[in-house]
């Protein structure tokens, strides 16, 4: 049950992912037509990512996980995407700033405490569990998230044309309460 709990839990983030990532695109093509720019403003960006994910890896979530249980971080994590993926919904033309923000919000709690709360998923299980898990989750869960994401995304997009911002930002935002559910449901079997 907890590998299944992490199994749909990894989908659901990595849809939201997904969603986030083709907001950032659009909004990032629409604000920035000189693709030189462009490129040097995504460096800076995953430069950013990087950088503040080492320092809560290696500076603060340590210590945070001696205070606060991990089926606590797993349902706050989602809640953070969720209140920026909110804010992003209810602009009727979100800025470059929000929807990047949105987006450097998920990837790193995804770099630094979905990973590291990953990990702790696997301890208490049998050697099987946890390499077959590994496996089975780490190849086939992150990537059938984000296949399964990109798939939905062209069949709407072939059935009703394509989203403008704010529909994919209600997408995201929809997308971000599946995480926060499958998290929830998934912090309930993580042992303290």
Known sequence: PVLRALFLEILA???LATLLNVCFVQSLGASIPDDAVRAGWVGNFYALVNFIS??????VL???IQVIEPKDLWRCIPLVSLACTSLQTFQEDPSL?????SLLVMKVMEYSARRMLDEMVYVPLDFESRFVGKEIIGVFGYRLGKSLMSLSLSALTSAFGNFNLQQL???SDIAALAWAKTAWDLSSLVPT
């Open 169 to 171: 930002s209600i997408f």
């Open 97 to 101: 700033y929000i929807v990047s923000g």
């Open 62 to 64: 340590p210590s945070l």
């Open 54 to 59: 080492m320092t809560l890896q290696f500076g």
């Open 13 to 15: 983030s990595q849809g």
